[in-house]
T-cell receptor
Framework: EPEVTQTPSHQVTQMGQEVILRCVPI?????FYWYRQILGQKVEFLVS????????KSEIFDDQFSVERPDGSNFTLKIRSTKLEDSAMYFC????????????FGPGTRLTVL | GNSVTQMEGPVTLSEEAFLTINCTYT??????LFWYVQYPGEGLQLLLK?????DKGSNKGFEATYRKETTSFHLEKGSVQVSDSAVYFC???????????FGTGTRLTVIP
């Protein structure tokens, strides 16, 4: 069964450093998403991406964040200058054109900012 | 606005017990409703969904019925197994919108 994959599984970085989290969505999916889950809190929406542009973003997704689909398979989330409060589990998700409301999630990347 | 309120955990049950995890929602329009499960060390997996009122989603012995009159989507299973131990998330999505709204998650532990 096709699945969303994410790398790395765990990323440790120093405050102020840039990080790039990588995702490979399900191959025929057209809608891509990033969510995050701070430890002990809700899963929160960050951004959605369709047709090579951001279609929606939350208040969390400020100028420090960016997304890119650099080729036909990868979808990345970049945090330009990490803060301590960026420490969280980051989930990538994708959905198909036929059923855009049903999102399939990857296993997540745990980001720890020191 | 949109929000999901989910039963607080943790929930501990003996094997073969009946499970109910409550979920209620607030939404405009006619949302789709989902249950996701997160097994230890893994990501979120779609467990079941319902897209309109009175629909029943089911999978792996779990069921949930979309109740518009009570704005609820409670998760049930008649006989839980140790392998069902996980965190369960109720979520809401609006047609035409891009983001899911999640509940806080309910941790279920099933003991032999």
């Amino acid at each position: 069964e096709p699945e969303v994959t994410q790398t790395p599984s765990h990323q440790v970085t120093q405050m102020g450093q840039e990080v790039i989290l990588r995702c490979v969505p399900i191959s025929n999916h057209l809608y891509f998403y990033w969510y995050r889950q701070i430890l002990g809190q809700k899963v929160e929406f960050l951004v959605s991406f369709y047709n090579n542009e951001i279609s929606e973003k939350s208040e969390i997704f400020d100028d420090q964040f960016s997304v890119e689909r650099p080729d036909g398979s990868n979808f990345t989330l970049k945090i330009r200058s990490t803060k301590l409060e960026d420490s969280a589990m980051y989930f990538c998700a994708s959905s198909a054109r036929q059923d855009p409301d049903t999102q399939y999630f990857g296993p997540g990347t745990r980001l720890t900012v020191l | 606005g949109n929000s999901v309120t989910q039963m607080e955990g943790p929930v501990t049950l003996s094997e073969e017990a009946f499970l109910t995890i409550n979920c209620t929602y607030t939404a405009t329009g006619y949302p789709s409703l989902f249950w996701y499960v997160q097994y230890p060390g893994e990501g979120l997996q779609l467990l079941l969904k319902a897209t309109k009122a009175d629909d029943k989603g089911s999978n792996k012995g779990f069921e949930a019925t979309y109740r518009k009159e009570t704005t609820s989507f409670h998760l049930e299973k008649g006989s839980v197994q140790v392998s069902d131990s996980a965190v369960y998330f109720c979520a809401l999505g609006q047609t035409g919108a891009n983001n899911l709204f999640f509940g806080t998650g309910t941790r279920l532990t099933v003991i032999p």
